[in-house]
């Protein structure tokens, strides 16, 4: 089974191929659209036509103000359209999947996979990881959760400038990777070599679990094109357990990667994974 956290949203049929189609839970809804989430929703969804105006498609609208319904309705099959911390029972979150990436053992959705409409890595970055129970606020980090990448992102980037350094700060300085019994030594002070050893390198974590269970699939650390099935974005984003053979702690240890440098990852992940 492959985990996926990670994949495109756009506002045109968002949550079905036809409309939304929800209807509302008992209850209210939990608690605000944090600002990040927001924003992202404001530049992919609630736009003109889509879920915003006074005719919001599917009649579900994810303006400022009114967005918070998302967290108090359900798909036509029951399925709540957003779950915090629970992606494989979010629509929202199964819709954005890849049919052969969802566990057998998940609702059903109809429709075709979402989205139909222009790329939007960052905002899905922000939508996926707040699903998932991410903090997502702060862009800039709050003092806690220093940023070790871009302070902006480039339109294109690339490992040993933009990613290099939140692997190294994150993960080899911060004593994980750097000695002692980890399964992955990364040399420090090394962006080439640290590279070689994540892109289209087999896990050994699940390389080491599929020896035993052959039904476990071995993904690489970094698969260029594809965060959703790289173990090091599932390790970011806390949901490697969710791999059948995954295990151990999220990275990095000490805490989350700020928002800044987990969109960072992501999309330069998405790119390609360019050295």
């Known amino acids: 089974m492959k985990c996926q956290t990670m994949m495109w949203v756009a506002c045109a049929g968002l949550l079905g191929a036809s409309g939304c189609d929800v209807r509302p839970v008992d209850g209210e809804g939990g ?10 929703f404001d530049n992919a969804c609630a736009t003109p ?11 579900l609208s994810l303006s400022a103000g009114s967005s918070d319904a998302i967290l108090s309705a359900t798909s036509s099959t029951g399925v709540p359209l957003v779950q915090i911390g629970d992606l494989y029972n979010s629509y929202l979150a199964l819709k954005l999947l890849p049919p052969s990436a969802i566990p057998a053992d998940a609702p059903n959705v109809s429709g075709a996979q979402m989205p139909e409409g222009p790329a939007r890595p960052e905002e899905v ?14 862009l800039g980090g709050d003092g806690a959760t220093p940023c070790l990448g871009p302070e902006s992102l480039p339109a294109n980037l690339n490992f040993e400038e933009h990613v290099f350094p939140i692997i190294e700060g994150g993960c080899i300085l911060a004593n994980c990777h750097a000695d002692g019994d980890n399964a992955l030594i990364l040399p420090d002070g090394d962006a080439m070599g640290t590279y070689d050893m994540l892109v ?8 080491t679990a599929n020896m035993m269970d052959p039904m476990v ?17 599932l390790k970011v984003t806390n949901t490697h357990r969710e791999v059948l053979g995954g295990g151990g702690l999220p990275m990095p240890p000490g805490g989350e990667l700020c928002p800044s440098d987990m969109r960072a990852m992501y999309k330069w992940i998405y790119q390609g994974a360019a050295p």
Request: proline share 8%; hydrophobic share 40%.
């Open 217 to 233: 699939t071995v993904l690489d650390y970094i698969e260029p094109g594809a965060p959703d099935q790289s173990y090091l974005w």
């Open 49 to 59: 036509g889509c879920h915003s105006g006074a005719s919001p498609a599917g009649s």
């Open 200 to 207: 289209d390198a087999p896990a050994a974590r699940l390389e």
């Open 125 to 138: 970055a922000v939508i996926i990881s707040w699903i998932a129970g991410l903090d997502v606020e702060g």
């Open 31 to 40: 608690s605000e659209i944090p600002s990040e989430v927001q924003a992202a």
